[in-house]
């Protein structure tokens, strides 16, 4: 049963990971987050490994705080940078599979119509630098999967939809960014799309399928109109204000179109995409059954 080193487990994903797990018996996952595993260090990783001798490695740990990350840099680009080349340099030592989550912060928001994996690339942020040298490094590991995804949201963690569920309760109209164009993604898709990767990749050994992939959910939207369907499906009272960015001034600069085109992934590894309200609905029910 090959063992799969999953790390930053605590977040969204590493936790949408973790509910999953349990279809995909043929594997045993070793879920790590910085308590366990601090992956900016790569002596901790090499013991780690000596220890446990996974056979593959999933990445989710990530410095995830965009406006955060704007002051300060060392941080986040120890987790989004550094550490990522920790894992593909153990990765190549060992021959590891590595999955590795970026992100849409990696272009500049200018296209009008959805990035390709080959897309050229310009990162506003200094998040979006950093996930990209990231990848840069994720490029030397044994075989890598660099699965980048937008919009991310779950049942676990902070996130978009909660912030609105929580002002949907305690507000009546709220002003929403309405310039900004993406596809919302449940975390718990991403984990489905990840661990079928995985699956493939150790059923097939021969196989070498390494690349960049795009994923998140069916669908477009704005912020607005992803918090109007949030305070309708969980029917909430409170009126949307579309206003641009420009109301809304924040540390990092946000792209204002981030699409990604999926036909690699659903492609190469067959994987079948959710509509993004279908999969609103089935966060905002499983958020109800935790109440
Ligand atoms: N969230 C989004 O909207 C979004 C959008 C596009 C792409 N992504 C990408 O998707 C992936 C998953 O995101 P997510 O939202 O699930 O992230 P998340 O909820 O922020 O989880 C990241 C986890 O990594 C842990 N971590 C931080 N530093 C670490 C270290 N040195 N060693 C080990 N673990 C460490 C964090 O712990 P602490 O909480 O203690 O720091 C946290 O538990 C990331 O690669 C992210 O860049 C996210």
Redesign the pocket.
Known sequence: MPKILV??????????IKVRTSDYKNFDFIF????E?????FSDIKKFYSENKFEGII???????VDKAENDTINAQ???TN?VKNLAKISGQYQLPFI??????VFDGESHIPYTEDAETHPQSV?GIT?LKGEEFAKNAYKYFII???????S?????VKTMLRLGKEKDEINVVSDQIGSP?Y?AD?ALAVLEITLQTFKIPENNLSGIYHFSNEGSCSWAEFANEIMNVANLNCKINQVPSEAFPTIAKRPKYSLLDKSKIKEIFGIKVPFWKDSLKKCLLKMNENN
């Open positions: 790390t930053g487990a605590n977040g969204q994903l590493g936790n949408e790590t987050d910085v308590g595993l601090d992956i900016t260090k990445n989710c740990a990530a410095y995830t705080n120890n987790i989004n550490a590795h989550i970026s992100t849409d912060y998040y996930k980048r995804t937008s919009w991310l949201y779950s676990f963690g902070q996130n978009f993604t975390a991403l």
